[in-house]
């Protein structure tokens, strides 16, 4: 089955700094990798997701990075902000319908005002 | 997205008794999921919710320990079945609104075992 790897588990930046998440995944035939910011004792919230027919992906201050070849996706925080600070979850799957999430590990995000 | 709930919200249960979690949507969505996540950790899924049939487990989830129900699609449940504190966790639904893989949580439901 398929195996999600994420690091670091912990990154702690200077406000307005940017952050960089890596994830790896080991199933190449997983073509979608949403990313999840989870609040201390709130629920998963989908923020950002790619699809394995493009190569990056873009909202205000985060973006998504996928490289297929080498089965690894990334996802960046630029100009980060105290409300950043979170733990962000990736996850892969096979884009059909009711296929499960295989999460990583976690990173715990800390911006530092 | 879709507005998820989910019932209770936390509850302190007894080794060895059951807890059934609902999971309502307000509006029909093709696929539910049912998540585990333990203190500092990550989610594990533990099973597919499908409507009309059997739910389908994940490795290490068995039926008798957590049974589940869809009986619509809206509407799921999961019982956590003779409870040990191994069992203390906060249990997620998911939902998958249209064959695109976006998938969206519940609340979350604290369970403690004592």
């Known amino acids: 089955g398929e195996n999600v790897e994420q690091h670091p588990s912990t990154l702690s930046v200077q406000e307005g700094d940017s952050a960089v998440i890596k994830c790896t995944y080991s199933?190449?035939?997983?073509?979608?990798f949403p990313w999840y910011k989870q609040e201390l004792g709130k629920r998963p919230q989908l923020i950002i997701d790619i699809r394995s027919n493009v190569g990056e992906k873009k909202d205000q201050r985060i973006a998504v990075t996928l490289n297929k070849t080498a089965k690894h996706f990334s996802l960046h925080i630029t100009e980060t902000q105290p409300e950043d600070s979170a733990v962000y979850f990736c996850a892969a799957s096979k884009e059909i319908a009711g296929n499960k999430l295989t999460f990583g590990g976690g990173t715990r995000v800390l911006v530092k005002p | 997205s879709a507005v998820i709930s989910q019932k209770p919200s936390r509850d302190i249960c007894q080794r060895g008794t059951s807890l059934t979690i609902q999971c309502q949507v307000d509006s029909q969505v093709t696929m539910m999921f049912w998540y585990r996540q333990q203190p500092g950790q990550s989610l594990t899924l533990i099973a597919t919710a499908n409507q009309g049939s059997e739910a389908t487990y994940e490795s290490g989830f068995v039926i008798d320990k957590f049974p589940i129900s869809r009986p619509n699609l809206t509407f799921s449940t999961l019982t956590v079945s003779n409870m040990s504190p191994e069992d203390s966790s906060i249990y997620l639904c998911?939902?998958?609104?249209?064959?695109?893989?976006?998938?969206?949580f519940g609340p979350g439901t604290r369970l403690t075992v004592l």
């Open positions: 998911s939902v998958e609104v249209t064959s695109g893989n976006e998938q969206f």
């Open positions: 199933d190449s035939a997983s073509n979608y």
